[in-house]
């Protein structure tokens, strides 16, 4: 059982670069979770899907897209990324009400 | 609007003593509240619910309504507990898991 899978692990980008960050569960889980992790900050929920075909705006989602492909996969999309993009990104999967389970996180860095 | 409060961003302690994590929410609902771990440079993983009222690693943890808080506790800190705890509340309709900023825990020998 894999859980929830992120790629890449690892991503330097340049500024005004885009990229999309792959996230797969196979819990059959309904919702998923997009967040970033920052020092002092916690994590913070960027965009959310409740269950397939439907997504929502998080805490801070300016800068970011996403799109729930189908009711395994949530891919995070930055079209234009900034240096203030850098950080840890991590999916997470959870049953409603449920704890959530999460991948083991994405480092990007925007150079 | 829910959110949970982790006032210590660090708690450093020797091998053997007692460990309290602290964390508080606010929401005007029943919340559902859970401890995650992360080890260094590792996925967060679920360490308690509080509704199933259950003991891993040695830790627990007691939901007071009245305080609203839900602090981790554990009577004997091992250097393997070293790592980063986040306290997260998920509650409504939704169900978004809402998390503290975190405490680093640090066990030292």
């Known amino acids: 059982n894999a859980g929830v899978t992120q790629t890449p692990k690892f991503q330097v980008l340049k500024t005004g670069q885009s990229m999309t960050l792959q996230c797969a569960q196979d819990m059959n889980h309904n919702s998923m979770y997009w967040y970033r992790q920052d020092p002092g900050m916690g994590l913070r929920l960027i965009y959310y899907?409740?269950?397939?075909?439907?997504?929502d705006k998080g805490e801070v989602p300016n800068g970011y897209n996403v799109s729930r492909l189908n009711k395994r996969e949530f891919s995070l999309r930055l079209e234009s990324a900034a240096p203030s993009q850098t950080s840890v990104y991590f999916c997470?999967?959870?049953?409603?009400?449920?704890?959530?389970?999460f991948g083991q996180g994405t480092r990007l860095t925007v150079v | 609007a829910q959110r949970v409060t982790q006032p210590e961003k660090l708690l450093s302690v020797f091998k053997g003593a007692p460990v309290e994590l602290k964390c508080n929410y606010s929401y005007s609902g029943s919340p559902e509240l859970f401890w995650y771990v992360q080890y260094s440079r590792q996925r967060l993983q679920l360490l308690l619910r509080h509704i199933s009222r259950e003991s891993i690693k040695g830790f627990t943890a007691d939901l007071n309504k009245g305080e609203t808080s839900f602090h981790l506790k554990k009577p004997f800190a091992q250097e393997e507990d070293s790592a980063m705890y986040y306290c997260?509340?998920?509650?409504?309709?939704?169900?978004?898991?809402?998390f503290g900023r975190g405490t680093s825990l640090i066990v030292h020998p």
């Open positions: 997470a999967s959870s049953l409603t009400g449920q704890g959530a389970f």
């Open positions: 997260a509340l998920s509650s409504g309709g939704s169900y978004i898991p809402t």
């Open positions: 899907s409740a269950s397939e075909g439907t997504t």
